[in-house]
Structures are given as structure tokens and as C-alpha cells.
């Protein structure tokens, strides 16, 4: 029997010709790019032996509504030639339980992936942007494959480093999703959360990593900005802009390190504005926060708490959405709020959507004075008129010039992220106790729920209102079961302007419709519906206590059962006082559906048993068929020569 022929014998060895149309091609792709000066010899053999690294190329344009946030950030893309370790081999020793002891020469470095806790035993070291001092402790240190890897710099001589092992639930994610899964270090035996790298080809899953790339340009700006907050004393309120994919979430982490370890200052406010990817939340928080401890890691991992002493939350509110288009005023009213409770000591890093056009860039510019910032951290590609005019608006401010970064093509959407988020905030164990965050791999479904009464005299829940888009009151239960809410606190002292609510039994049919709080047919109380939903709540009297899973409603009992990661003594005290649920544009909770699924629980789909959200159907009709071609392609041609 023949062989088949390869690739290459059948089209024949490329002499490098390019015809005029491939010439005339490559030269207006060397316009747009004036970096890439030579192009690669196009082969059949260059194109079959490219490897497959698994990543969805996708380059689409901006977003309108600054939804699709920055997902590639401040890198630098790792080649053949890239070096992720500067350090010699024999001054890296092995110690017990997966532990390594590194010794490092000033501006050596290391570089690792994984999840590790990182104790600094002698010298002085530099890990995003924090400078870190020997002390008591360890610095834990979360580096995915799908962000870019920070490196532990050495800032001096005969500097000593111990890096260890470290058993996260984080990482057991992977179980109960495939976003979460390839994203660490390659653990088959699990005595090692990471892997040292010196070169790409240390990745035994040959991942395409990025480095995190701090360059001159960047590095100069970090140092004047801390040097004016140490030097001059002033309060700093710096607020960086640029479109999605521009970089300012690594920035702003950066930003915080440095003021925090470099200008003297023990506390960072953080006044995180993203509601499509928050800093220190879940989608569609705004919030504020006071950092004191280094980010070390992406957002997923340091979610702020009322009782957090590393990110500890201020306040917040919820827009119920990944984007302020539907309601630009309510989103504004918020900040407003939330910068009444700014203190004027501390140093003040503002993180902004991506959205830089059209409303987006009128709102940039309210923020801006609203706010008063004093610096401006303008990254590029962005439109010189918007800076133009904030320049003309605040003559006053610093302004800052960040030039382009190369993009990274990202391995995770936007809408992963946000998933990759939202699945992380439920997962999470929060108590005051705790000096790090923990997790948990326990499937949502099998978790015990909260179960609140909605009707009658001693109704948890006062009432649900739904920001945006609302549902007919006939489908409110209908979209309410299975999806994800904010609970949010009424404050009394402004309960004169807050609709009152009865219990359904004592309601009369006749004065639903003039009843400030109306109710479905399930008892289900709400605020009267409009067009674009319920009249938000003011953010003067209220304020997001956190987000919560609806699993079920119980119609009979007149219940609703919520899962939620608030620790118990946060519920307790939402008992005293009056809680609405907010439904808007949150993302449907797919992967609360999926867990089950991805876990592998085909046991329980044998016996029988039935899951919350997901039921199933046997595959009936045409669209459940497997299609056949009846002939094959080319039957009539083959038939022709024979």
C-alpha cells in the first residue's frame, strides 16, 4: 500500500517568490506595522509544524460600552529567546515539602507559576511593583498562565529568598470548571503549588506565558508620583484612563504597591469604578476600598471585606450591570456617594472602564472634575481630543503619557473573566479571623442555603427591584430563580423616601395598583416596573451588602433560598435591617449550571436524582440526529474517471 504523500512533495519546496498580490499585501502589513520589517517565509512545512497553543485569536475592536474591559495587560510576550530567570542554577536549593531556598545578586531575578508563598529571609526584594523587606510572615503570590508572571527582582546583593508550597482550593477549581483548568503549575503530585522557570521550555504544558514587563517609561512615572506623595505631603488623587486592553489594571496595581512600600504611607484608598471587571469585587460593584496590604495576584484573588486587614471595603454600591450605559446618571450618583467617604490623608488611586468614546469619554471627563483628581495617567492608544479637553477642563493637573504596550493576544475572553470572577466570589470562605483568603471546592449546589421568608410580618427580604430591562410581573419569579441578585441595605434614616410594603394577606385586590410596593402571584414583593425597570435606589440611603444566588423559590412557604458567601455574623446583622434584592444585567450563572457537570456527576443522573437550574431531556427530533451525507464530496467527478 502507497504511502501518502507529505505536504511538501505534493506542492513542491517554496523558492521564497511572492507573487505581486502576497507582495503588495506584506507591504501595507509593514505599514501598519512598522516592527515587523521581515516576513517569514511562507511554507507548507512553516504552517503544519506551527504548534497549536489552544488560544482563541481575537482582535475585535473597542467596545462601545466599555463592557469588554482590559484584558491584556502591561506584558511582555514571551519568545524562544526570553529569559523568565536570570539566576544561576546552583544558587537555587531544595528544601523539604517542595520548598525552594534562592539565593540572588542585585537585579537578578526569578520568575515562577503558580501559587506560592514568597518569605524573605535576607536583602531585599521587588515583586510588582511592592518593595519587600525581611520581617515576620510571607507574601503569597498568585501567578496564572492567563496573566502576566511578576518576577522576584533582587534590589541587593547576597539576597535570600524562600519560596513554598502551598495548599489552595483556589487551584481545585479546575475540578468544577474549565476556565479555572492549565492556568497553574503542572501539580501531578501536589508537594509543589509552582514551577521556577528559566526559560519558556520549562512550562511542561508549553503555555504561551507572558513576563510582566515594566519599562522605562512606566517605572519613571511610578517614581515621580511617589516621590510627590513622600516629598510634598499632598494627597494624591491619581485617576489612570486608556481603552480596553491598554493596561490599567496592571498599572493601578503597580501603582498601589508603590505608594504603599516606596512614599511612606501605610494606606492606599482604592476607588475601583470598573463595574464590568472590578479590582476588589464581584460584576457591577462600585466600590471603595483601603488597601494596606501588596496586590499580588489578579483581581479573582483579592476580593475586599467590611472586616478584610489586607483590602478591608469601605462601601459600595451596584449598578447590577457590566456597563453604566442604561443608567450614565445613577452610575454618577454613586461615585458621588462614595467620595463623601474618602479621607483626605491618604493617598487615592482611581480605577476607571474602558469605554473612552462617546458617552463614555463625557463621563471620563465629569469623573475627572467631580473627583479633582491632581495627577492623569493618560495610556495610549487614546483620542487627543478627550485629552485635549481634559487638559482644558483641569489646567491644574499632572498629566502623564504611558506609550502603547504590544498587545497579547488573551487566552480568556472578557466574558470568561467575568465568569472566572463571579465563580471565585462564591467560591471564597470570608471571616474576620483570616489574615489570607480561602476557598472552597465545594460544588453550589451542594451548599446549605440561607433560607429567607419574603412575605408576611417578619419578611427578610422588603422588596425586589430590577435595574435596567425589566420582566413582565408575571415572569419576575420565572427570571429571579437561578440567577444571581445584589442584597442591598435600606438605611432607615432615610426610609421616608423608601416605598412600604404589607404582607400579601392583609392586601386587598383593589389598591395593588395603587400600593407603593406591589407583589406578583407567587407573594413575590417588587417596586413598580417600568420601561427601563424599577427607579434605582438612592445611594444616599442604601449601600451593597454583596451578592447572593437565588437556588430556589419556595412559592408554598413563602421562601427564598439564597446562597450567598457572606460569613454569618455579616447575615446577622442584615436581620435589623431592611434588605432589597436587585436583579439587573448580570451575566447568567452558567457555571453554577456546569459544576456537575464538569465534576463528573454522572452517579447521581443514574440514580435518578435531579439538580437546581439544569434539567434533563432526551435528544428527540431531526436537530438530535447525527447527519450523513449520502454521497460522498466528489462521487460524481471519481465516477467520470473511472
Known amino acids: 500500500m502507497a504511502h501518502k504523500r507529505r505536504a511538501q512533495e505534493a506542492f513542491g519546496t517554496s523558492n521564497g517568490r511572492l507573487s505581486a498580490f502576497a507582495a503588495a499585501r506584506l507591504a501595507k502589513q509593514s505599514i501598519r506595522n512598522p516592527e515587523l520589517h521581515q516576513a517569514e517565509e511562507l511554507s507548507a512545512t512553516a504552517v503544519a509544524e506551527t504548534p497549536y497553543d489552544g488560544h482563541h485569536r481575537n482582535y475585535a475592536s473597542s467596545s462601545e460600552d466599555g463592557v469588554e474591559s482590559d484584558v491584556v495587560e502591561i506584558t511582555g510576550r514571551a519568545t524562544a529567546g526570553t529569559r523568565f530567570s536570570s539566576l544561576r542554577t546552583e544558587h537555587v536549593k531544595s528544601l523539604e515539602k517542595g520548598a525552594l531556598e534562592i539565593s540572588l545578586d542585585s537585579d537578578e531575578y526569578a520568575t515562577c507559576i503558580g501559587i506560592y508563598d514568597l518569605e524573605l529571609v535576607k536583602g531585599a526584594v521587588s515583586v510588582y511593583g511592592a518593595a519587600l523587606s525581611p520581617g515576620p510572615g510571607f507574601h503569597r503570590i498568585y501567578a496564572p498562565s492567563i496573566h502576566a508572571l511578576p518576577s522576584i527582582v533582587s534590589l541587593k546583593n547576597e539576597t535570600l529568598v524562600r519560596i513554598s508550597h502551598v495548599s489552595c482550593a483556589l487551584i481545585q477549581l479546575r475540578e468544577l470548571s474549565p476556565l479555572f483548568r492549565n492556568i497553574w503549575a503542572k501539580t501531578n503530585d501536589m508537594k509543589q503549588s509552582f514551577t521556577l522557570l528559566h526559560v519558556p521550555g520549562d512550562d511542561d504544558l508549553r503555555r504561551s506565558l507572558s513576563l510582566l514587563d515594566i519599562d522605562k517609561t512606566t517605572q519613571q512615572v511610578l517614581a515621580r508620583c511617589s516621590i510627590s506623595c513622600r516629598q510634598t505631603g499632598r494627597s494624591l488623587k491619581i485617576m489612570a484612563i486608556g481603552a480596553k486592553s491598554s493596561g490599567k489594571s496592571t498599572f493601578n496595581r503597580l501603582l498601589c504597591n508603590t505608594l504603599s512600600s516606596h512614599s511612606g504611607v501605610s494606606k492606599v484608598a482604592y476607588l475601583d469604578l470598573d463595574p464590568g471587571q472590578p479590582e476588589f469585587g464581584p460584576l457591577g460593584q462600585l466600590s471603595l476600598v483601603e488597601v494596606e496590604a501588596p496586590l499580588l495576584g489578579p483581581s479573582f484573588t483579592h476580593v475586599a471585606t467590611p472586616t478584610s486587614t489586607r483590602h478591608r471595603l469601605l462601601r459600595s454600591h451596584t449598578i447590577a450591570a457590566a456597563s453604566f450605559k442604561d443608567d450614565p446618571e445613577h452610575y454618577l450618583k454613586c461615585i458621588n456617594d462614595l467620595l463623601k467617604h474618602i479621607s483626605p490623608h491618604q493617598p487615592l488611586v482611581v480605577n476607571t472602564c474602558g469605554w473612552i468614546s462617546g458617552v463614555g469619554a463625557h463621563i471620563l471627563m465629569k469623573l475627572a472634575v467631580l473627583i479633582g483628581v491632581t495627577d492623569l495617567v493618560v495610556l495610549e492608544p487614546i483620542d487627543s481630543a478627550l485629552v485635549g479637553g481634559l487638559k482644558t477642563a483641569m489646567p491644574k493637573v499632572v498629566f502623564h503619557l504611558l506609550p502603547r504596550q504590544p498587545p497579547k493576544p488573551p487566552s480568556r475572553s472578557p466574558a470568561e473573566l467575568r465568569n472566572m470572577q463571579m465563580m471565585a466570589y462564591f467560591h471564597q470562605t470570608f471571616s474576620a479571623n483570616m489574615s489570607m483568603p480561602k476557598w472552597f471546592d465545594t460544588r453550589v449546589d451542594k451548599l446549605r442555603p440561607w433560607i429567607v421568608d419574603y412575605d408576611g410580618l417578619n419578611a427578610g427580604i422588603y422588596a425586589i427591584a430590577f435595574y435596567g430591562q ?173
Open 470 to 642: 425589566a420582566p413582565k410581573p408575571t415572569f419576575l419569579a420565572e427570571v429571579l430563580d437561578g440567577s444571581i441578585a445584589a442584597l442591598v441595605i435600606l438605611d432607615k434614616d432615610g426610609e421616608d423616601d423608601i416605598p412600604r410594603a404589607t404582607p400579601s394577606s392583609t392586601r386587598c385586590s383593589d389598591d395593588k395598583e395603587n400600593a407603593p410596593i406591589l407583589r406578583t402571584a407567587e407573594g413575590l414583593p417588587y417596586f413598580p416596573l417600568e420601561h427601563e425597570g424599577s427607579q434605582p435606589l438612592d445611594p444616599g440611603n442604601s449601600e451593597c451588602a454583596g451578592l447572593v444566588l437565588v437556588r430556589t423559590i419556595d412559592v408554598e412557604r413563602r421562601q427564598l433560598h439564597l446562597i450567598t458567601p457572606m460569613p454569618e455574623e455579616q447575615i446577622a446583622r442584615l436581620i435589623r435591617k431592611q434588605v432589597a434584592l436587585v436583579r439587573g444585567g448580570y451575566d447568567t450563572p452558567e457555571w453554577a449550571y456546569l459544576e456537575a457537570l464538569h465534576q463528573g456527576a454522572g452517579d447521581e443522573d443514574a440514580c435518578g436524582l435531579t439538580r437546581p437550574w439544569v434539567s434533563r431531556r432526551e435528544a428527540v427530533g431531526v436537530e438530535n440526529a447525527v447527519w450523513r451525507l449520502r454521497h460522498p464530496p466528489m462521487s460524481h467527478v471519481a465516477a467520470r474517471i473511472s
